[in-house]
């Protein structure tokens, strides 16, 4: 978002403010004791995506046939999670809201301060990687977490209101994620032509290792596995500009990053549509067996 335009730039703004809103205005105390039981998530969270992700970033820019900006590029995408477009896509699957959300809000937030260290360490150069860290908190705590605790806030006051406002912000969440998509598609294409077809095949092979990592790591339930799998092959591309813009100044490291963005988001988009799939036949099922028992235990 930092090389965009500024009704993109706002519009994302509005995105994640609403997503995160909505996600606090479904979330009950129970739902956090939920989640602060499930250490184990988080705890795969994180390997997921500071140590396996990254090995397999090394090995891919060391082994395929990238130039080296491409390259760079995706060192830094693999040492970089925490992509906020999961969003639009994991807070779909029921039951799974708050598990994308605070994947997202901590991948984030760690990668702010662990991923110019992760990038220093597995950069072949001898790199100086910096980062504005007073503005990436900043943007962390505006666009993230205080939605997402006002959400709980109203929740905790007016049920019935949070009820009604969070499907607004779903809708609007979707809205603005799609004229985002749509107004710089432009950009994003022109950045895949400059990258080249090898670059392209390399990124959507990174995306489906790294999605497969995230769907290993996360756990016996489907909807966890298929958030921590949406979280895992969304790097944070925002975050990535950002250290590149200040670390690589003189590389071209920002056009193959830029069509990342692009590139990460169908395989997210066909995982979600499969499990919304799978609901929906699941539960009509679960409907037909019922009125089957139903007519059955009339018949008698």
């Known amino acids: ?31 956090l004791r939920s989640l602060l039981q499930a250490r184990g998530f988080l705890v795969r969270c994180l390997i997921a995506n500071f140590v396996v992700v990254p090995i397999v970033g090394v ?11 491409a390259a760079t590029a995706l060192l830094l995408l693999a040492c970089t999670p925490g992509g906020l477009s999961a969003l639009q896509f994991a ?19 760690v990668a702010v301060f662990l991923s110019p260290v992760l990038l220093a360490v597995v950069h072949p150069g001898n790199i100086s ?3 504005p860290y007073g503005r990436a908190l900043a943007f962390v705590a505006v666009f993230l977490l205080l939605p997402l605790l006002a959400g709980m806030f109203v929740r905790s006051r007016k049920e019935r209101l949070a009820k009604t406002v969070s499907k607004l912000c779903a809708v609007l969440g979707a809205i603005t ?3 985002v998509v749509i107004l710089v598609m432009a ?9 080249g077809k090898e ?27 298929a958030v921590l ?47 919304l799939v799978r609901d929906r036949l699941a539960k009509k099922s679960d409907v037909s067996a019922q009125t089957a028992l139903q007519i059955s235990g009339r018949s008698r």
């Open 177 to 179: 994620f799609v004229l």
């Open 187 to 195: 950009f994003r294409k022109d950045a895949m032509n400059n990258v």
């Open 59 to 69: 090995v891919m820019a060391s082994t395929l046939p990238l130039r080296p900006e």
């Open 229 to 275: 799998a949406t979280v895992t092959g969304m790097r944070h591309v925002a975050l990535c500009l950002l250290i590149a813009l200040e670390t690589f100044p003189d590389q071209s490291v920002q056009t193959p990053l830029v069509a990342f963005s692009a590139l990460m988001l169908p395989p997210s988009l066909l995982l979600t549509a499969y499990m």
């Open 1 to 31: 978002m930092f090389v965009m335009d500024t009704l993109p730039r706002m519009l994302v703004f509005v995105f994640l403010i609403s997503a995160m809103l909505g996600v606090g205005m479904q979330t009950t105390a129970g739902d």
């Open 91 to 109: 807070t779909r699957l029921k039951g799974a809201s708050l598990f994308a959300a605070s994947s997202a809000l901590v991948m984030t937030l």
């Open 129 to 131: 990687v910096k980062i």
């Open 199 to 225: 670059a392209v095949v390399c990124m959507l092979l990174f995306v489906m290792v790294s999605m497969t990592v995230g769907w290993l790591l996360g756990g016996p339930a489907k909807e966890t596995r």
